[in-house]
């Protein structure tokens, strides 16, 4: 069992900044992939980033709609994952949720989820 916050969640005008974070209950070096995914209003849930375990911090991989403005990394002495988000548009407003998986093709774990807001 694993526990997922998210934090970090609020609004900016397009083009600023924010920085999510996604505390988990248990030691993050040992889950096999974490990520960020997003859910906007009337739209299915979608990946945003994700990072699996592995040499130099893990192996990283983005949807193309973020690629060059967002960055995941893990921390694995606080047991969190973050997401920089850098020149935010307001399609990026969502609701933005951690994911954690332990091992490959194990389960699934979800945080609450977190909002993001851009205004144009």
């Known amino acids: 069992q694993v526990q997922l916050v998210e934090s970090g969640g609020g609004l900016v005008q397009a083009g600023g900044s924010l920085r999510l974070s996604c505390a988990s209950s248990?030691?993050?070096?040992?889950?096999?992939?974490m990520g960020w995914y997003r859910q906007a209003p009337g739209k299915q849930r979608e990946l945003v980033a994700r990072i699996s375990r592995g040499v130099s911090g893990g192996v990283t991989n983005y949807s193309d709609s973020v690629k060059g403005r967002f960055t995941i990394s893990r921390d694995n002495a606080m047991n969190t994952v973050n997401l920089q988000m850098n020149s935010l548009k307001p399609e990026d407003t969502a609701v933005y949720y951690c994911k954690a998986r332990l091992s490959n093709g194990g389960i699934d774990y979800w945080g609450q989820g977190t909002q993001v807001t851009v205004s144009s």
């Open positions: 248990t030691n993050i070096f040992n889950i096999y992939s």
